[in-house]
Each structure stands twice: as C-alpha cells, then as structure tokens.
C-alpha cells in the first residue's frame, strides 16, 4: 500500500519505466523480425530490463545535459546568475513558454551547435526590449532543424544560383534551386531531401517560388534562403553574406 507522496512518486516513475522498456523491447523484436507479443513478453526479462534501462538513463542523461547547457549560456549571454534568469521567466506567462519550447528543443537536439542558437534566442527573448514572440517564432523554426537541414540551407544561402551548367533557364529567370539542381550538387542528400525542403519551407527558412517563364515547360518550383533562413544560419555560427544580384 502507498502510504506517502515519495511512494507515489516512486511508483509512477516504475510504471513509466515498466512501460517504455516493453515498449523497447517490443520495437527491438519487430526490428529483428520477432513476433510482437513474444518480444513484448520478452520485455519483462531481466537482461532486457537492466540494458533498456541503461540505454534510457543515458539517453535522458543526455538529453539533461544539453537543456543544462542551453540555460547556462543563456545565463551567461545575458550576463546574470541563474537565479536572476530565473526571475525573468517567472513572472512572465510568454517567456514560461518560451523556456519550455527552447528546453525542449535543445534536449532532442544532438547538434551542439543548435544548443547555442537556442540559447542566444533564449537570451534575446528575456531581454529588456526583446521581442518574446520573435524568440518564439525562431525557437520552433530552430526546433525542427538538424544537421542535414543546416547542411542544406547554408550551401543554397551562399550559393543562391546553381551553376551556368545546371542552370534550364537565363541568369534573369532563374530565381533559386529546384530539386533536380540541388541533387546534382548534393547527391547525399537525396534520400531525405522532400523532407528537408518540405521542413525549411513549412518554417519560413526557404522561399518556394514557381516559374513558369520558361516556354514549353512546366511551371517548376525553385527554392531560395528566406531573411529567417538567414537569421537562424547566423544564430547557428553559419553567417552568410546577403546574396548578390543574379
């Protein structure tokens, strides 16, 4: 029988546990071609229990890690304590949220270099004069990007225009990169690639402009870095200068 809080606490933290090690070990055995109930079955065994449980301590170890860090630079880039950051937040329904959503995002993220982009939208945010909404805007477009979306964004932002050889149309009509174009500079990319664009496009990072100058053809999407795209290569240590004209 629970008798106290610190049971409780304990007891919801088990069942967690319980749960997301069978859900483990369940995703485990359908990897490996096992049949679902069994592998769940197998959850309940003690070597899968004691590993899962290992790997999840890590992964949430890691995961503290990185939120950790993303508040004490913040700290430290507004030039305060901690606790004075703390007092910032507090009293402010906006910048609670923007804590959580920058927290979040910097805890899931393994690119340590979004950590610190996090962290300087985090401080900009919880400045005096500072713009919480803009913050929030830039935290869930840097939230959704990782080191194939910054990969990309940052060689279109410095190379707005494919080269004469790739190019189907005049300098005057060309207005970005279309996904046959960026496959040809970027073929590593090319298994993820509609999800990179679809993902930059949805956050405003990229432009998806259509042309349909080019006779006898059809109208063809081309992709250009947005002043948000721009923005948030500069947060992530990836400044780029401003485009040339075409």
Known sequence: MITNRDELDKAVADARLDATTSAFATIAGIAL???PVLATAV???????KHTYRLLSLAWGRRADRAASCMEQAAEICDVGL???????ASHDDRVELLARV???AARTPLKKKVTALARVLADGLRDGGSVNEALVIAAALADVEAAHVRLLHYIAVNPFPPEEL???????????????????LPEL????????????????????VDSTYAGVAAIAQF???PLG??????????VQEPEAN
Do not use: H
Not at 43 to 49: C, D, E, H, Q, T
Not at 190 to 209: K, N, S, T
Not at 230 to 239: N, Q, T, Y
């Open 230 to 239: 721009r923005r948030c290569l500069f947060l992530l240590g990836e400044d």
């Open 43 to 49: 959850g309940a065994s003690a070597p899968v229990f």
């Open 33 to 35: 071609r096992a049949d």
């Open 167 to 185: 190019r189907r149309q005049s300098k005057e009509t060309q207005r970005g990169w279309d996904r046959t174009q960026i496959v040809a500079v």
């Open 83 to 89: 606790d004075i950051l703390e007092e910032r937040v």
């Open 190 to 209: 090319e298994p993820v690639l509609d999800g990179l664009l679809a993902v930059l496009d949805a956050q405003g990072l990229v432009r998806l402009q």
């Open 224 to 226: 250009a870095v947005t």
């Open 103 to 105: 927290l979040e995002a």
